[in-house]
Nanobody
Framework: QVRLVESGGGLVQAGGSLRLSCAAS????????MGWFRQAPAKEREFVAS????????YYVDSVKGRFKISRDTAENTVYLQMNSLKPEDTAVYYC??????????????WGRGTQVTVSS
């Protein structure tokens, strides 16, 4: 069983940066691939990034490549999403997920409750 709690969201101006954190509980955290998804108002949940269990492989949606970076600290049971050069279209609730890989949300068995990111123009 894995419990996920996101933090680090907030209001930022376009061009700014935020770092999201996802704290995981459960002794099997280090064996799970992890991902970040986001959902904007009136839109479907969208894949953002994922990282494999060792941190050696990452995968990003095209719209965030070169701006966002996913990483993990196994010792701290935490996954991060560093978001730079933020745009208003990045505004969404960001969710952390565990157990899957890549953009298929149905492959992830565990989800956090989300953290709001708002980018003003």
């Amino acid at each position: 069983q894995v419990r996920l709690v996101e933090s680090g969201g907030g209001l930022v101006q376009a061009g700014g940066s935020l770092r999201l954190s996802c704290a995981a509980s459960g002794r099997t955290f280090s064996t799970y691939a992890m991902g970040w998804f986001r959902q904007a108002p009136a839109k479907e949940r969208e894949f953002v990034a994922s990282i494999n269990w060792s941190g050696s492989n990452t995968y990003y949606v095209d719209s965030v490549k070169g701006r966002f970076k996913i990483s993990r600290d196994t010792a701290e049971n935490t996954v991060y999403l560093q978001m730079n050069s933020l745009k208003p279209e990045d505004t969404a609730v960001y969710y952390c997920a565990a157990g899957g890989w890549g953009p298929n949300a149905s492959e992830y068995g565990y989800w956090g409750r989300g953290t709001q990111v708002t980018v003003s123009s």
